[in-house]
C-alpha cells in the first residue's frame, strides 16, 4: 500500500517566485496535515484537514501560505510571494482519524531552498 | 500546557549494543498516546512505534521497545542491537485530547552508532 506521497522532493526558487507543494495522503485516511521543520524551530504544524476541509491553519505563518485540499486524494501548499526564510523541509502527513490512538504517517518531505 | 522533552541531543552507541533514548512528556490530559519517529539523513520521518496511556504492557516493535514509566511520565525508547542504519535523530511524539489531538514533537536526539 502506498504511503504518503509529495512532489517535489527538492524546490529551488528565487525570492518572489510562486512555490507549489503537493500531497496525496494514504487511501481512506480522513485527516491531512502540513508541517514545516527548521532548525530553529523544529517540527511546527501549519494546517489540517479533515475531509478535506481545513480546520485549523493557526500554525499558518502569514497570508503569503495557503493550502487547499480539493478532493479526498490531493492537497496542495503554496507559498505566494516566497523568501528566503521559507527555506525548510515540508511535510505532508495523514492519519486515520484524530485520536490519541492513531498514527500520523509522514510524506517523504519537500526540502525547499528559496534564494 | 502539553510539553515533550528530549534531554539528549546526541548520543552514541557502540555497533550490536543496545541504547536507549530519553523522552518525558507532561500533559493533564488522562488519554494520550505517545509516538515515536526515527528521521535518517534522507530526510523522511518514518514511524517506530506506539503507547497508549492505557496500554498495561510496555510496546514493542522488532528491535524497539517503549520503556513507559506512567508515573514518571516518561517513555523512553529503546534500541537493541544497534545497526549502522540506526544512525538518524528520532523524535518522541504526544497526542492528546486536550491539545486538539495535535501532535507536538520533542526537539529530537541524533545517534549515531559507531562500528
Known amino acids: 500500500d502506498a504511503g504518503v506521497i509529495q512532489s517535489p522532493r527538492h524546490e529551488v526558487t528565487e525570492m518572489g517566485q510562486e512555490v507549489t507543494l503537493r500531497c496525496k495522503p494514504i487511501?481512506?485516511?480522513?485527516?491531512l496535515f502540513w508541517y514545516r521543520q527548521t532548525m530553529m524551530r523544529g517540527l511546527e504544524l501549519l494546517i489540517y484537514?479533515?475531509?478535506?476541509?481545513?480546520?485549523?491553519d493557526s500554525g499558518m505563518p502569514e497570508d503569503r501560505f495557503s493550502a487547499k485540499m480539493p478532493n479526498a486524494s490531493f492537497s496542495t501548499l503554496k507559498i505566494q510571494p516566497s523568501e528566503p526564510r521559507d527555506s525548510a523541509v515540508y511535510f505532508c502527513?495523514?492519519?486515520?482519524?484524530?485520536?490519541?490512538?492513531?498514527?500520523?504517517?509522514f510524506g517523504p518531505g519537500t526540502r525547499l531552498t528559496v534564494l | 500546557a502539553q510539553k515533550i522533552t528530549q534531554t539528549q541531543p546526541g548520543m552514541f552507541v557502540q555497533e550490536k549494543e543496545a541504547v536507549t533514548l530519553d523522552c518525558t512528556y507532561d500533559t493533564s490530559d488522562p488519554s494520550y498516546g505517545l509516538f515515536w519517529y526515527k528521521q535518517p539523513s534522507s530526510g523522511e520521518m518514518i514511524f517506530l512505534i506506539y503507547q497508549g496511556s492505557y496500554d498495561q504492557q510496555n510496546a514493542t516493535e522488532g528491535r524497539y521497545s517503549l520503556n513507559f514509566q506512567k508515573a514518571r511520565k516518561s517513555a523512553n525508547l529503546v534500541i537493541s542491537a544497534s545497526q549502522l542504519g540506526d544512525s538518524a535523530m528520532y523524535f518522541c511524539?504526544?497526542?492528546?485530547?486536550?491539545?486538539?489531538?495535535?501532535?507536538?514533537f520533542g526537539a529530537g536526539t541524533r545517534l549515531f552508532v559507531k562500528a
Open positions: 484537514f479533515n475531509n478535506n476541509v481545513p480546520i485549523d
Open positions: 502527513a495523514s492519519s486515520l482519524r484524530l485520536t490519541f490512538t492513531d498514527t500520523q504517517y
Open positions: 487511501s481512506g485516511h480522513d485527516y
Open positions: 511524539a504526544m497526542r492528546a485530547n486536550t491539545g486538539g489531538f495535535k501532535t507536538i
